[in-house]
């Protein structure tokens, strides 16, 4: 499978689309199915954060999601994700997960993206915005069954 680009607004009711189309392509590239949920949870997590953060709610602002199949150097399939947003941009290094022992709802999308990704990387293009870029990785080869690692 090719390139998959996505270009949709920063509008909660667009997740669930994106959602199936991470979930069909992760399938298709031979993730098995918990793999291909976390990276979805990954993804998911990471346009609410543009949507909540970088745009302060407003459900109108453009994302671009891109998605292309890539290898480890092992030879597992894997997906190369990259969220661009036109957003208010943040220092990268301020970008952390918050305590995980502050007990309350939400706030866990940077915990989930940095336990789930393989890579990650936050950057803010010249021409304003954030970038976000990822890869996930199979954890097993899809022709073995074997176990990978991370």
């Given at each position: 499978?090719?390139?998959?680009e996505?270009?949709?607004?920063?509008?909660?009711?667009?997740?669930?689309i994106?959602?199936?189309a991470?979930?069909k392509?992760?399938?298709?590239?031979?993730?098995?199915?918990?793999?291909?949920h976390?990276?979805?949870?990954?993804?998911?997590?990471?346009?609410?954060?543009?949507?909540k953060?970088?745009?302060?709610?407003?459900?109108?602002?453009?994302?671009?999601?891109?998605?292309?199949?890539v290898?480890?150097?092992?030879?597992?399939?894997?997906?190369?994700?990259?969220?661009?947003?036109?957003?208010?941009?943040?220092?990268p290094?301020?970008?952390?997960?918050?305590?995980?022992?502050?007990?309350?709802?939400?706030?866990?999308?940077?915990?989930i993206?940095?336990?789930?990704?393989?890579?990650?990387?936050?950057s803010?293009?010249?021409?304003?915005?954030?970038?976000?870029?990822?890869?996930?990785?199979a954890?097993?080869?899809?022709?073995?069954?074997?176990?990978g690692g991370?």
């Amino acid at each position: 499978m090719s390139r998959v680009e996505l270009n949709i607004t920063s509008n909660a009711r667009s997740l669930p689309i994106v959602r199936s189309a991470v979930e069909k392509m992760a399938s298709m590239e031979g993730f098995p199915s918990d793999d291909a949920h976390e990276l979805t949870l990954a993804i998911d997590e990471a346009l609410a954060n543009v949507i909540k953060h970088g745009y302060d709610g407003q459900p109108d602002q453009p994302i671009s999601i891109m998605l292309e199949p890539v290898r480890s150097a092992d030879g597992r399939a894997g997906l190369s994700v990259s969220v661009r947003d036109q957003g208010r941009q943040v220092d990268p290094s301020t970008i952390k997960s918050r305590d995980l022992a502050e007990v309350r709802p939400g706030g866990l999308g940077v915990h989930i993206i940095q336990s789930v990704m393989d890579e990650y990387n936050y950057s803010c293009p010249p021409n304003g915005g954030m970038l976000l870029e990822m890869k996930k990785y199979a954890s097993k080869h899809p022709s073995t069954g074997e176990s990978g690692g991370k």
